[in-house]
């Protein structure tokens, strides 16, 4: 395992929608910060979650929190 493995992953924000997420996943990749995106979705009740609480969550390590909220706010802003 490398540094990278070993990062613990906090919750950073909560997604609005499916097409917020792959791009927020893409620029991230292309900065190359560690990322782990969940959809609230479940097919047992039809995606009641998502409507409740939005579409998902981001992950990532404390340490690139920063950074992603300034890449997330400017999307949102655009």
């Known amino acids: 395992m490398n540094e990278r493995d070993e990062q613990e992953?906090?919750?950073i924000a909560i997604?609005?929608?499916?097409?917020?997420?792959q791009l927020i996943a893409s620029i991230l990749n292309e900065h190359n910060?560690?990322?782990?995106i969940r959809?609230?979705?479940?097919?047992?009740?039809?995606g009641l979650f998502q409507f409740q609480m939005?579409?998902?969550s981001?992950?990532?390590p404390l340490s690139n929190k920063k950074?992603?909220?300034?890449?997330?706010?400017?999307?949102?802003?655009?």
């Open 9 to 11: 992953f906090i919750n």
């Open 15 to 21: 997604l609005e929608n499916v097409i917020e997420a």
């Open 33 to 36: 910060i560690p990322h782990r």
């Open 39 to 46: 959809s609230f979705h479940d097919t047992a009740y039809d």
């Open 54 to 56: 939005g579409w998902g």
């Open 58 to 60: 981001l992950f990532a």
């Open 67 to 78: 950074e992603i909220l300034e890449i997330l706010n400017d999307v949102r802003s655009a």
